[in-house]
C-alpha cells in the first residue's frame, strides 16, 4: 500500500461550509494547496469560493455523490456535522459513504476531524463512557466513536487518519504554529482552531502524517 501522503495540490474537504472546514480550506490555500470545498447547499456560502477554491454540492451520506465529488483529487479531508440528523445515524452513514465512495473515486487518503470525547481516559475507557457524563453528549459522541469503529474495519488501500483536538477548541484566538501529537488518549485541554487546521493540513502534506489510528492534538 502506498503510505505516501498527498503532495499535489488536489485537496477535497467534506464539510468545508463549517467552522473547522474553512479552517482548514484557508490553511490548505495558505500553503498553496487547491481546494474543492464541498458542502451540502452551495448558496449557503457563496464566501467560500475564490482563487484556488472550488465550491461544490455534495451529499456526503451518498457514496456515488462521494465519489463523483473526490475523483481526480490526492486527497480528502472531513469536518462534517449537521444539527438535522441524530449523530448516531449521520456519522455512521456518512462514513461509509466515504469509504465507499473514496475507494471508487481513487482517493486513498482520508484525514478526518474527530471530537475529545472519544479520547481515552485508560485503556479502552472514552471520555464518554465516564458514569457522570451526560446522557445528550455522549449519544452525539457514540456517533462519532461508531464512524471511528467504521474506519478501523475498513479496507487496508483507505490510509485513514482521525485527528481529534481537546474540548476546549478556541475559535478565535490567532494561531501560534505549534502543537502537540499522542496517541488516542486525551493529550491537552486546549487548541486554537488555526491551530488545529495546521495539524489537519500537516497530515496531507507533512512527513509526520500518521496512518490507520486515532490521534490527540493539543496546544
Do not use: K
Not at 465516564?130 to 469503529?149: M, N, Q, T, Y
Amino acid at each position: 500500500m502506498n503510505r505516501t501522503p498527498a503532495t499535489t495540490t488536489d485537496l477535497v474537504v467534506f464539510g468545508a461550509g463549517g467552522q473547522v472546514g474553512r479552517a482548514v480550506v484557508a490553511e490548505a490555500r495558505r500553503r498553496g494547496l487547491t481546494v474543492t470545498a464541498a458542502v451540502r447547499a452551495p448558496e449557503r456560502h457563496p464566501d467560500l469560493a475564490g482563487p484556488g477554491i472550488t465550491l461544490v454540492p455534495c451529499d456526503v451520506t451518498d457514496p456515488d455523490a462521494v465519489a463523483t465529488t473526490a475523483r481526480g483529487h490526492a486527497a480528502a479531508v472531513s469536518t462534517v456535522y449537521t444539527p438535522e440528523v441524530p449523530s448516531g445515524e449521520f456519522y455512521p452513514a456518512a462514513t461509509r459513504a466515504l469509504i465507499t465512495g473514496l475507494a471508487t473515486a481513487g482517493v486513498q487518503r482520508l484525514v478526518h476531524v474527530g471530537i475529545a470525547t472519544t479520547l481515552e481516559t485508560a485503556p479502552g475507557v472514552a471520555v464518554h463512557d465516564d458514569p457522570a457524563f451526560p446522557e445528550a453528549h455522549r449519544a452525539f459522541s457514540l456517533g462519532h466513536a461508531a464512524a471511528l469503529d467504521l474506519l478501523r474495519d475498513s479496507p487496508a488501500a483507505l490510509d485513514w487518519v482521525v485527528v481529534t483536538p481537546p474540548l476546549d477548541l478556541d475559535r478565535t484566538a490567532p494561531g501560534t504554529g505549534r502543537y502537540r501529537v499522542g496517541g488516542p488518549q486525551v493529550l491537552g485541554d486546549r487548541i486554537t482552531q488555526a491551530d488545529l487546521a495546521t495539524a489537519v493540513t500537516d497530515q496531507l502534506t507533512g512527513p509526520a502524517a500518521r496512518h490507520r489510528e486515532q490521534i490527540a492534538v493539543a496546544e
